[in-house]
């Protein structure tokens, strides 16, 4: 089962979490986990290709986790928020299709 953890504070994603392997084919052949994988990694390419600061990221097998950074001025984090709700959605979407492979938790606090 992948699992995909979505963290808000208040209105604003600040961090999200994918890790594990849906399972289905063998490793770098499996469409589910590649498709989360994209969305995933696209994300983060986009907060860093978007923000004037860098997020902390930290990527591994099976596993990625990234949390916005503190001070991101209000042009930043809108910009974060915009990616990031995509990511949201692509994620809702897919969980949605393949809940036997896709786990999605949105944790608010």
Request: glycine share 8%.
């Amino acid at each position: 089962m992948i699992e995909v953890r979505i963290n808000y504070q208040g209105k604003d994603i600040t961090s999200f979490q994918v890790k594990g392997h849906a399972g289905f084919a063998p490793e770098g052949q499996d469409i589910y986990c590649a498709g989360v994988s994209a969305v995933a990694q696209t994300t983060l390419l986009g907060l860093c290709i978007n923000l004037s600061i860098q997020p902390e990221y930290r990527v591994e097998e099976g596993w990625l986790q990234c949390h916005l950074p503190t001070g991101l001025n209000r042009e930043d984090m809108e910009k974060a928020q915009i990616i990031l709700s995509c990511m949201e959605a692509g994620m809702l979407s897919m969980q949605e299709a393949y809940s036997n492979f896709i786990k999605l938790e949105v944790r608010r606090s």
